[in-house]
């Protein structure tokens, strides 16, 4: 059996605990990775992993914390400035690093007038 195909299986077992045998081999096809339902099983069972878990459904907690590499949160923050007007600012935090970064300011948030990172659009 192939190394990469085997650190795959685990690497997705890993990520995503409520997925059974049968989940990871479905979404190996999905990627174009033809191997058999048997293999898949085998290699959870030859790892201490129940190939056909009774697990309950990931917390949110879990969710973040498997996916915090792919995922970016945005929104806006209100402030008032000191001489009384509205401020909107635009900021994005990754997950992973839990970095903030703000990426512009605006007196009036729409749809086509929301700040605008420099360089883009």
């Known amino acids: 059996m192939v190394g990469s195909i085997r650190a795959l299986v685990l690497r997705l077992v890993r990520e995503n605990p409520s997925w059974g045998y049968r989940r ?7 990627l174009g990775i033809t191997v058999a339902l048997s293999t ?3 290699i959870l069972k ?4 129940d190939p056909a878990p009774e697990r309950t459904s990931t917390t949110w907690a879990d969710f973040l914390r498997s996916q915090a590499e792919a995922l970016l949160a945005c929104d806006f923050i ?3 400035t000191l001489d009384g007007r509205r401020q909107y600012i635009l900021a994005v935090i990754d997950h992973a690093t839990r970095r903030v970064r703000v990426l512009g300011t605006t007196a ?3 749809a086509t007038g929301s ?5 883009t659009w």
């Open 108 to 110: 009036h948030p729409t």
């Open 40 to 42: 898949v099983w085998e």
């Open 115 to 119: 700040p605008r990172p420099s360089g």
């Open 24 to 30: 990871v081999h479905g979404e190996l096809a999905t």
């Open 78 to 80: 209100e402030t008032v």
């Open 46 to 49: 030859r790892d201490g992993i």
